[in-house]
């Protein structure tokens, strides 16, 4: 289809989506920007959250952490010690946090506490706990990743991620000559 006939609409809490019709199959799609960097998650058959967020201190990150955290992730934070980089670690938490509340299509009007997201020793993100409304925890996947020395982007999809192709700069834009 030509961009021009597209037709977008909006789930309940805000999330864009296709009008069905104006594509040929349902196609969940989300993106999120931060400072000059845009992800966009196409989800084929299977809803998909992504964020971007600048990389931020330790200091900064405490304060998000220890109001929006669940009782869970604040137990495991003392167990996990992150490796390095504390700020680097919570930055990540936080990206996938968000990066899961878009994929259900609930924002910010879903308490960050409700649902957790853990992570093992090896440096791998996963979907710890949600409630009963979203399934299995087991049913989600995350992918906590660098773009590039000051960002890091998150992909949560329903289903688990079969395959994640990524594109950077150029590749993405589109150019027509008259």
């Not at 946090?97 to 957790?116: H, M, T």
Request: proline share 4%; charged share 20%.
């Amino acid at each position: 289809m030509a961009p021009g006939e597209l037709r977008f609409t909006q789930g309940q809490y805000g999330k864009p989506a296709l009008v069905e019709g104006s594509v040929s199959s349902s196609l969940p799609f989300n993106l999120s920007h931060s400072k000059g960097f845009t992800l966009v998650a196409v989800g084929g058959n299977v809803e998909v959250g992504v964020d971007v967020e600048l990389l931020q201190t330790a200091e900064r990150m405490t304060s998000i952490f220890n109001r929006f955290a669940s009782d869970a992730e604040k137990a495991s934070i003392d167990v996990v010690q992150p490796r390095g980089d504390l700020g680097r670690w919570m930055t990540a938490w936080w990206v996938g946090k968000e990066a899961f509340i878009k994929a259900v299509g609930r924002g910010l009007s879903l308490p960050l506490d409700q649902f957790s997201i853990g992570f093992c020793p090896e440096g791998e993100w996963f979907v710890k706990d949600v409630t009963p409304e979203f399934g299995a925890a087991s049913e989600w996947s995350l992918q906590v990743f660098s773009i590039d020395r000051t960002h890091l982007g998150a992909l949560v999809a329903r289903g688990g991620l079969r395959e994640v192709r990524t594109f950077r700069g150029e590749s993405l834009v589109c150019k027509a000559s008259a």
